[in-house]
């Protein structure tokens, strides 16, 4: 089955071809480094590394390029309001962002390059636009010139006469258009500057995308991301200038992940709903984030809330229980011939494999391939509950390899199955029972059991129940886990 993708300029399914065969150029608008990563910003970079993920899986060689904008009005203004330098300030978040995109499993790009390690480029590609008659010098300011572009606005399916109805754009009468945009801002007093040949200034937003992402992946590269809010008018803005300076086609295939809203609200901090990464995993998982994350199709709408989380826990426990039960039912037994066994019931496995690769391949849907692990995990307690023999064991096998594999593809069950479920739902450290309290507990049930004294055992595990502790007795001997 071939890889498709929806690309966002065509607002159509296309066959995935790039223009290197085996070589993917994805190129992903970071962020601009003023505060904490929230909730929308865990959903793009999830997004993009399961994208990323799988495209390594295909047998692709990924170049991904990832930018920090860290000069920017935001960051001027933050770091004043403080009373930081605009560096040190930039510096703490982008420290910030890497903590937070290492909690949930998202896998480095191979570059992360940062707008002021290019204003050289950056000034070379604003004179190019001046040069070419797209862009123009208004008191140190240089703008792009819209009009200049026929095709403005053929990314996100707008006109210009549209725009221009109902723009919400800062009134200046300098300017030829009121969509024209900034390419190079001239410095206020007070405010960091670079020397240019239109006076000291700094880059406007949109440049520095396109040139970051050409020097790195060439004129015309093959994936550009971002989240939807991105699409106009960065995205569009991006296009324009990139095309104009070089009269060749800016990237192949452009990719945006849906919003994110908060109890089926707009996430705003004017509504209070506002949740950075950091809020959220103190009293989350980062793995029971990802697969929440993970649970709809990227271009989707996104619901977040306190019920998704714990559905999302719940479902993770429900896939390490089954990983577990399934090694230890397995033992030392290697998938040896389970094809030649039972072939019948081998393929009910593999085809959930395929399933899974099937979602993946159309348009990377993470919420089918997720269906096809939760598939997996159904077939492997059927397994479990069945009577021990070598074929069954070689089935189970089976059944665990791939949903680790699978798994992993996702970003997901990397961890010890029995020790990720002794913490998955334990409460936060001084809430709650102790786990070396809980061990003794089982302890003592077992003697209990073993002088035959099961009043006692069961009144052990009445306790333990109370206190949110379900047990499972198994061959392999008693396991515990906190309570959903």
């Not at 129940?465 to 007795?473: P, Q």
Request: hydrophobic share 40%; glycine share 8%; net charge negative.
């Amino acid at each position: 089955m071939s890889l498709t993708i929806y690309n966002s300029q065509t607002r159509n399914k296309e066959e995935f071809v790039t223009a290197q065969p085996g070589r993917v150029r994805m190129y992903v608008c970071g962020v601009t480094v003023y505060d904490h990563p929230h909730i929308g910003h865990a959903r793009c970079y999830v997004a993009f590394d399961a994208i990323h993920r799988h495209l390594k899986a295909r047998g692709y060689t990924v170049e991904y390029v990832r930018n920090f904008t860290d000069i920017d009005d935001k960051i001027i203004k933050r770091a004043g309001e403080l009373g930081q330098d605009w560096r040190a300030l930039a510096q703490r978040f982008i420290v910030s962002f890497t903590e937070d995109m290492n909690a949930l499993g998202v896998l480095p790009p191979t570059l992360e390059p940062k707008a002021t390690e290019h204003i050289p480029e950056i000034i070379a590609a604003v004179r190019g636009l001046v040069d070419k008659g797209h862009a123009y010098v208004v008191d140190g300011d240089v703008y792009f010139a819209v009009q200049s572009f026929a095709a403005y606005g053929h990314l996100s399916g707008r006109t210009l006469e549209d725009m221009q109805a109902g723009a919400r754009v800062e009134v200046d009468a300098r300017k030829q258009n009121p969509m024209d945009f900034a390419l190079w801002k001239s410095s206020k007093p007070g405010e960091p500057w670079w020397e240019s040949p239109w006076g000291p200034g700094r880059p406007g937003w949109h440049i520095e995308c396109s040139v970051m992402s050409q020097k790195y992946l060439g004129v015309t590269f093959d994936i550009h991301g971002g989240g939807k809010d991105l699409l106009f008018p960065h995205h569009e803005n991006e296009v324009a200038q990139a095309e104009a300076l070089t009269g060749q086609p800016f990237a192949r295939y452009w990719v945006h992940n849906g919003f994110v809203n908060v109890n089926n609200e707009k996430m705003s901090k004017s509504l209070g709903n506002f949740f950075t990464i950091k809020d959220i995993l103190k009293h989350t998982r980062p793995e029971t984030l990802r697969l929440f994350l993970l649970g709809k199709h990227y271009r989707s709408p996104l619901d977040f809330s306190d019920d998704a989380l714990r559905d999302a826990a719940a479902g993770l426990q429900r896939l390490y229980t089954a990983l577990r039960d399934a090694q230890a039912a397995a033992g030392e037994m290697r998938q040896g011939q389970p094809l030649l066994q039972e072939p019948e019931r081998a393929k009910e496995i593999l085809e959930q494999v395929e399933a899974f690769e099937r979602g993946m391949d159309d348009d990377f849907n993470t919420a089918a391939a997720l269906g096809a692990l939760f598939g997996l995990a159904r077939v492997a307690n059927r397994l479990v509950g069945e009577a021990k023999t070598e074929a069954r064991d070689s089935l189970l096998a089976l059944a665990a390899t791939n949903l680790r594999q699978l798994g992993g593809r996702l970003g997901l069950l990397q961890s010890d199955p029995q020790e990720f479920l002794q913490g998955q739902e334990a409460p936060a450290a001084g809430e709650g029972p102790d786990p070396a309290w809980i061990e003794q507990k089982i302890a003592d049930r077992q003697a209990a059991r073993k002088a035959k004294n099961f009043a006692e055992a069961d009144r052990i595990r009445d306790e333990l129940k109370a206190r949110g502790v379900a047990l499972e007795d198994s061959p392999q001997g008693t396991r515990w886990r906190m309570e959903a």
